[in-house]
């Protein structure tokens, strides 16, 4: 069966830095989404990965290894409303989206 | 980026009635939409899977005579609830994708649904 793991919550301090796990087992890899969705709103895009290494965006950055079947979501200088959800999403052989269950943030002051 | 937008926001509705939502691609035309739905503290999951002009692609376990879907054009698609009981209750999220290949999945506002 396919399989996506992210840790169900993690905590971190305002101005830290965190790095958000996935790993993924797939019939097949088109690529890797990570979305950020808070509290009863809709996922927002906020990298996408198909080869291996760092992209950084901003205070974002994501991290693919293809052979490992993992990513992380990076993200710097934490802010308070980065308090969500992140969705980690694999596309697999059939171009269909595989999603985890999401890691719940949780920044303190 | 492209926008999709999703129609009500919220709506709350009696038990046995139906409730119609709406999901339209503003500036890009969506050759397939996927409705979600997602429960509290819960990741999304794929309902069904609908390409224009065709009919629905469902998912094991979600009853395609309950979650009526309708992709009449290539920037309009709709989910009807039909007979909406209180377990139905639940968020109702739609995404979009372009005619240009897999691209990144463009997500509507979603939709807050609550039966009484």
């Known amino acids: 069966g396919q399989n996506i793991d992210q840790p169900t919550e993690m905590t971190a301090t305002e101005g830290a830095i965190v790095q958000i796990n996935c790993t993924y087992q797939?019939?097949?890899?088109?690529?890797l989404f990570w979305y950020q969705q808070h509290a009863g709103e809709a996922p927002t895009f906020l990298s996408y990965?198909?080869l291996d290494g760092l992209e950084e965006k901003g205070r974002f950055s994501s991290f693919l290894s293809r052979s490992k079947g993992y990513s992380y979501l990076l993200l710097k200088e934490l802010q308070m409303k980065d308090s969500a959800s992140y969705l980690c999403?694999?596309?697999?052989?059939?171009?269909?989206?595989?999603w985890g269950a999401g890691t719940k943030l949780i920044i303190k002051p | 980026g492209a926008v999709v937008s999703q129609h009500p926001s919220w709506v709350i509705c009696k038990s046995g009635t139906s409730v119609k939502i709406e999901c339209r691609s503003l500036?890009?035309?969506?050759?397939?939409m996927f409705w979600y739905r997602q429960f509290p503290k819960q990741s999304l999951m794929l309902m069904a899977t609908?390409?224009?002009?065709?009919?629905?692609?469902?998912e094991q376990g979600v009853e395609k005579d309950k979650f009526l879907i309708n992709h009449a054009s290539l920037t309009l698609s709709t989910l009807t609830v039909t007979s909406a009981h209180p377990e139905d209750s639940s968020f109702y999220i739609c995404?979009?994708?372009?005619?240009?290949?897999?691209?990144?999945?463009?997500f509507g506002q979603g939709t807050r649904l609550t039966v009484v």
């Open positions: 797939t019939s097949g890899f088109n690529g």
């Open positions: 609908s390409n224009e002009g065709s009919k629905a692609t469902y």
């Open positions: 990965n198909v």
């Open positions: 999403a694999v596309v697999d052989s059939n171009y269909q989206l595989i």
């Open positions: 500036d890009f035309q969506a050759t397939t």
């Open positions: 995404s979009a994708r372009g005619l240009q290949g897999y691209t990144e999945a463009f």
